[in-house]
């Protein structure tokens, strides 16, 4: 038995499915209008037609996502984000494309919080994209530099718990770098409880005398 192309399949079954709806469900007057313009564009065009069409659209959705993926590896995510997008409309059930599409915008939106200086924000929408994809197109260092930063910020609000959190944060993304670091090893001997100095006293046999240099005064102990 010959299958019919991919196309024409899940075209006949939206009508099935659609035909199926409205023998259980009471139909609305928009799903209505819905069946009786699929079922005329049909019977217009001709189911080869439409056949060619749905597999022209698939081919084009494909060559938009190629053409996104070679430009996201270059570091155009803005530009790839309109071919993700475009192909994702032609080809929805394409699901590399809607990954990606999806990838671009949680990249995008972090880069624009990390020029406005919204390291919270940065830090978020990257994070989402690191879970999903470690080796996305110099996201390891931007996410670096936003917790560097965001580490800066908490510790100039004085908040050196959640400086020392980012700094590590950091320190994992990139631990080749040696002033997050530094500035850890900083805020580490700022939290550090500190040794009070002890103050001299003079033991039972040691006799307390004043030496003047010019102006100023030494404290000494004379051993009895």
Not at 140 to 165: E, I, K, P, T, V
Not at 172 to 184: A, C, G, K, S
Not at 202 to 210: F, G, H, M, Q, R
Request: proline share 5%; charged share 20%.
């Amino acid at each position: 038995m010959t299958l019919l192309p991919l196309p024409l399949r899940r075209l006949l079954c939206g009508c099935y499915h659609a035909c199926c709806l409205l023998l259980v469900v009471p139909p609305t007057p928009s799903c209505l209008t819905a069946v009786i313009h699929l079922a005329q564009h049909v019977e217009q065009e001709g189911v080869h037609v439409v056949v060619e069409r749905l597999v022209v659209q698939e081919q084009l959705g494909h060559a938009y996502l190629q053409k996104g993926v070679a430009l996201r590896h270059k570091g155009f995510v803005a530009e790839a984000f309109s071919d993700f997008k475009k192909a994702f409309e032609l080809a929805p059930q394409q699901v590399r494309a809607q990954q990606e599409l999806e990838l671009a915008k949680d990249y995008l939106a972090g880069t624009k919080a990390y020029q406005a200086g919204d390291w919270a924000k940065a830090v978020k929408a990257l994070e989402k994209v690191l879970a999903k994809d470690n080796r996305y197109v110099h996201l390891q260092d931007l996410l670096y530099s936003a917790y560097f930063n965001q580490g800066l910020a908490w510790r100039a609000a004085g908040s050196m718990l959640l400086a020392r959190r980012s700094l590590e944060k950091a320190i994992t993304l990139r631990p080749d770098l040696v002033e997050p670091r530094r500035q850890l090893a900083e805020l580490d001997f700022a939290l550090a409880p500190q040794t009070p100095l002890a103050t001299p006293t003079a033991k039972p046999s040691e006799k307390l005398i004043v030496v003047g240099i010019a102006e100023q005064r030494m404290w000494v102990f004379e051993r009895g």
